[in-house]
């Protein structure tokens, strides 16, 4: 498993426009036993705010490309965000929302990267501003509380009483119909809309919300099979996977991390429940992402991570994973590499941020 192999390859993909200073790859997803083609998104799970994202984490790491791909990435997004021509898998979530390019901009300017596309975010946070929420999710890949959580974020950075503003909106709207969600896990269940609550939580400790944090921790006790020590995947998968997105690895990020930041709204057991998730022997699904893959264990503290021995076939994976993006392809296997080289890489799995901790 070599990361210069997935560079040249994401690199050799590449579309560079020179005049105009762009960059765009043509995104290749495998849907059923269908390839479908387009232009590359904007968005963190297979856009090109998780290229920047590697791309950043390339250059701190010292790896030099010998080309100025992070110029040209920024030029490219800041024409799409001026011109109004992002595109985004959703308007709403973490990752595959508007709100995952205001996550790119913390994490390059916490990695003081000065970026020109920063300086037009306002944009961003307008149309995000103007989305009528009744139609979305709660999810938080792709709905409201994916939201909450990186606007959550942005505020504790910057303090824009304008963000306060929605957010505090925003958390409202997400209690009420927080009876919604009914599977486990961090990209479309409980997992993600506690995490979201608790990050909000940090900025306005109110008692109401506690006690809607507590309770969604407990529901999702409730469908933990303790003959296997696992949530089900209850999207109509019916299976019990180690993944990042439905399966105990995002569980457990998102309880750790709640119980080390307030260690009020989570109970012992709870902790335990996770922990022995992610430590049973595991199925995992065959498909070396960050989203479904096992790939996603590096950024696990509690696992020790052997990526030559432990994971024969990253290389295969390589070859046959055709997709670039940071969560569904390759350049999420080459952050996986560099975290296993360099454990103060942020866990990008829960959108942590350069020197957050
Ligand atoms: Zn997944």
Known sequence: ???????????????????????????????????????????????????????????????????????????TIKKRIISNTSTFHSDHGAILGFSSIIYAGMYASKSQMNLKFINHEELVLEQLFNIKNDVYSLDFIDGLSGTLYVLSKKFKLDGD????????????EIIARVDEVEVAGLAHGMAGIYLSLSEYYGINQ?????????????????????????????????????RWCNGSIGIHFVRRK??????????????????????????????????????????????KHDLSTKSPNFSDSL?????????????GLGLAILKSRNQFIPNI????LPNEN
């Open 349 to 352: 799995l829960l959108l942590e």
């Open 319 to 331: 070859d046959n994973n055709i997709n670039l993006g940071l969560f569904s392809g390759i350049t």
């Open 161 to 172: 009483r304008a963000i306060l503003k929605y957010i505090k909106n925003l958390s409202e």
């Open 258 to 303: 709640v119980s080390n930041e307030h260690k009020e709204l989570i109970d012992n057991l709870s902790l335990k429940m996770s922990l022995k998730s992610i430590k049973r022997s595991a199925f995992y699904v065959e498909k070396s992402n960050l989203c479904c893959g096992r790939v996603s264990e590096i950024f696990l503290d509690e696992v």
């Open 1 to 75: 498993m070599k990361l210069q192999q997935i560079v040249e390859t994401v690199l050799s993909r590449a579309v560079i426009d020179r005049n105009d200073k762009t960059i765009a790859w043509i995104d290749t997803k495998n849907i059923g036993h269908k390839y479908l083609i387009n232009e590359m998104s904007d968005d963190l799970y297979y856009g090109l705010a998780g290229i920047l994202i590697f791309f950043i984490e390339l250059k701190k790491n010292g790896i030099n490309l010998n080309k100025n791909i992070i110029d040209l990435l920024d030029n």
């Open 206 to 242: 109110e008692n109401k919300l506690k006690k809607i944090i507590k309770y969604l921790i407990q529901k999702e006790n409730k469908i933990w099979n303790e003959a296997v020590n696992e949530w089900r995947d209850l999207r109509g998968v019916n299976d019990y996977t180690k």
